[in-house]
RNA sequence: GCGCCCUUAGCUCAGGUGGAUAGAGCAACAGCCUUCUAAGCUGUGGGUCGCUGGUUCGAGUCCAGCAGGGCGCGCCA
């Protein structure tokens, strides 16, 4: 039904539907795995426990590890079910504890809190567990068998992408990687607005410049005065395209008597099209930039013309979703020029929403709402258990009658989810930095990208909440140091490759694979900088599990940013204690268990920069 | 007027869906560079989590109200 454009460029993995990593490796998460163990011992001590309380029961990191490595609240929650104070219970249940092998003590704190100190051992088996897992370590089956299509950027095809845009690209690409390694069977979709009211006014903006270029310019005012709708895209960027116009067609665009009124649908369509594709090209060659591939590309304007929006239309009509009526004006809010008007209404009220919703404008045609519920029919066609659209913040107001109209035109059988960007504010040694779409002054995606790069960029934009406004600070996205998380996390990864390439002038290179190393006893690692990085460690595949879920992957960029900071104080403990650098002379058994650490470290670190889209660099210059 | 999002250290922001004494970076203060990379490091100070109530063993987190900021509110996308 709808209209695929083939990628301008051939990348191989367009074609690929569904991004899926290697499989789960099996125990992955501890927390998982004392969870069980903690699970079985409060089904011991309180028979018949609802599942929907044990459910509840947590195994968390401590904030203090002086209350010891993990913690749980199985006592409190089933203290009530168990007819027992939480003490007493979370006594019984450390008892049981005790005696699991992993768990080397188990004591009641606080309110009714176990506190378990796991043996040093089930740490240190973090290990060999990422080295042989490789970068597929933290990969979750929350998602396996769920199929779900992330749409994002979406920008009208008017002209170039600018910092606007950008947020939402980084986020929605970076939330479709991160659903691919929880096991979600993902497509990356791309929607382009190309058959609005938008577009015609790019194709006389185009023609504007076209004019110039075959010889007869009219100024910005005698051509906005003599088109509907004014001049809206006045940039420079379209001045090429009236150029290769004038190339293609000489001055046949123009009819004899070059007025504007004269023959304009014999050239409308030809300056669209051509115009369209020229802006479509420019932003994959900027997403490209950006390091963002979308899967599928769907376009508007051609699933209009297939007839799928009269046929969901019709659709919604057969099960009496449709009515012709008036809606009240917004209270205290009424519009200047409003007029009570009869309209072609869907009742999104049946489905949640505050107000039914018209589908159709005064003149005949379809609104953008209508066009958007036959695409997202058509992804629902296309078997999605959950369709995840990531939208500017100003389109929040939007959410709920679409949210209706998925649920009406699916039955209930396909979710739908929206992720909200808030405005980028970009500032520069804490100067805003000026932006106006009508001077055009826009800061391009493309001069940002070459004054900031495409990592910090896009580390950057996901070291905030989505849906929280944030600024960008150049100065600070440039600058090397700990300030600047895309430099401090890459540096941590150099530092980690640096180590290792330095390994192989001591020792063969057959020691030093993950293979190899996975096979080193790792006793001597009990600095509590050790310690601390392999408890980050092991919380990796919970971080991934639980970002996954929320929908939230700057907790992905946070996460490295703790794991670099680790990594890094442990580096500089090597400065005041030499026992604790990586490399240690004359003792290979000691340097190979450091090793086995900083492999460890550097594979999940790269697996994080993966789901970001971030360069895992080699070394630092 | 209504709806949604937001309000956490001087600044920029986290806070894992209700857990223990609320965290990080920057800025401030005090120390530290012959070193596997000082592109820094260690330590200290800094808080009525906007305000007021409520729910319960327990609230920055959930609920209500209020104040302040942002976004949206029929034929824009």
């Not at 010889?215 to 006045?234: I, K, N, R, S």
């Not at 909440?465 to 150049?474: I, P, T």
Request: aromatic share 8%; proline share 6%.
């Amino acid at each position: 039904m709808i209209g695929r454009c083939p990628p301008a460029e051939s990348r191989s993995h367009a074609f690929i539907l569904f991004r899926r990593f290697p499989p789960k490796a099996p125990m992955s998460d501890l927390f998982a795995t004392i969870r069980q163990s903690v699970l079985t011992a409060v089904n011991a001590a309180v028979p018949g426990l609802p599942p929907e309380i044990a459910a509840r029961v947590e195994v968390t990191t401590t904030r203090d590890p002086a209350h010891g490595d993990m913690a749980t609240n199985a006592a409190m929650v089933c203290a009530k079910a168990a007819r027992l104070p939480p003490a007493k219970l979370a006594a019984t249940i450390a008892e049981a504890l005790r005696a699991d092998p992993a768990i080397a003590e188990a004591s009641v704190a606080g309110p009714g809190f176990v506190n378990l100190r796991l043996d040093p051992g089930v740490f240190r088996a973090i290990v060999p567990a990422i080295l042989a897992a490789g970068e597929a370590f933290g990969d979750a089956t929350t998602g396996t068998g769920t199929r779900v299509n992330v749409e994002y950027v979406s920008a009208n095809p008017t002209g170039p992408m600018h910092i606007g845009h950008c947020r939402g690209a980084v986020v929605g690409d970076a939330l479709a990687n991160l659903l691919a390694k929880a096991g979600f069977e993902v497509v990356k979709e791309y929607y382009i607005n190309d058959a609005g009211a938008q577009v015609t006014a790019l194709a006389w903006a185009a023609y504007w410049r076209y004019l110039q270029a075959i010889g007869t310019p009219m100024t910005e005012e005698a051509f906005a005065a003599a088109v509907p709708g004014g001049l809206q895209y006045g940039g420079d960027y379209l001045v090429p395209i009236g150029e290769a116009l004038a190339r293609d067609h000489g001055e046949a665009l123009a009819g004899p008597h070059r007025t504007i009124a004269e023959g304009t649908q014999m050239w409308l369509d030809t300056v669209r099209d051509f115009t369209i594709d020229a802006m479509m090209r420019a932003i994959r060659e900027d997403l490209a930039l950006l390091g963002v591939h979308p899967d599928v590309y769907s376009s508007e304007r051609a699933m209009v013309a297939s007839g799928a929006v009269d046929a969901v239309i019709g659709k919604l009509h057969t099960d009496g979703l449709i009515y012709d009526g008036v809606l009240e004006p917004p209270k205290g809010k009424t519009p200047d020029d409003w007029e009570p008007r009869p309209q072609t209404l869907f009742r999104a009220t049946n489905f949640g929403d505050d107000v039914d919703r018209p589908l159709r404008k005064s003149d005949g045609s379809n609104t953008y709402f209508a066009n958007d519920i036959a695409y997202h029919n058509d992804k629902i066609s296309r078997k999605f258990d959950i369709l995840i659209d990531v939208l500017g913040a100003d389109h929040g107001g939007y959410v709920p009658r679409m949210k209706a109209a998925v649920r009406a035109v699916s039955h209930d059988s396909t979710k739908f989810e929206a992720v909200l960007c808030q405005i980028v504010h970009i500032v520069r040694g804490g100067q805003p930095v000026r932006m106006s779409k009508r001077a055009g002054t826009y800061v391009a995606l493309r001069d940002l990208l070459e004054e900031v790069g495409r990592d910090a960029v896009r580390f950057t934009m996901l070291f905030r909440k989505a849906d929280a406004q944030m600024e960008f600070d150049l100065d600070q996205a440039i600058a090397q140091t700990r300030e600047n998380p895309a430099f401090y996390v890459q540096y941590a990864h150099a530092r980690c490759r640096s180590v290792l390439r330095m390994a192989l002038e001591t020792l063969p290179a057959a020691e030093l694979t993950s293979e190899a190393l996975a096979r080193v006893p790792l006793d001597n690692l009990t600095d509590d900088a050790d310690t601390a990085l392999l408890r980050r460690l092991a919380t990796w595949p919970r971080t991934v599990e639980a970002a996954a879920i929320a929908r939230e992957p700057h907790r992905i960029a946070f996460f490295l940013y703790d794991l670099a900071g680790d990594f890094h104080m442990l580096w500089n403990r090597g400065r005041d204690d030499s026992t604790l650098r990586f490399l240690q002379a004359g003792k290979p058994e000691e340097t190979r268990a450091r090793l086995a650490l900083v492999a460890a470290t550097a594979i999940v670190i790269r697996s994080g920069l993966r789901v970001m889209g971030v360069e895992p660099v080699e070394e630092m210059r």
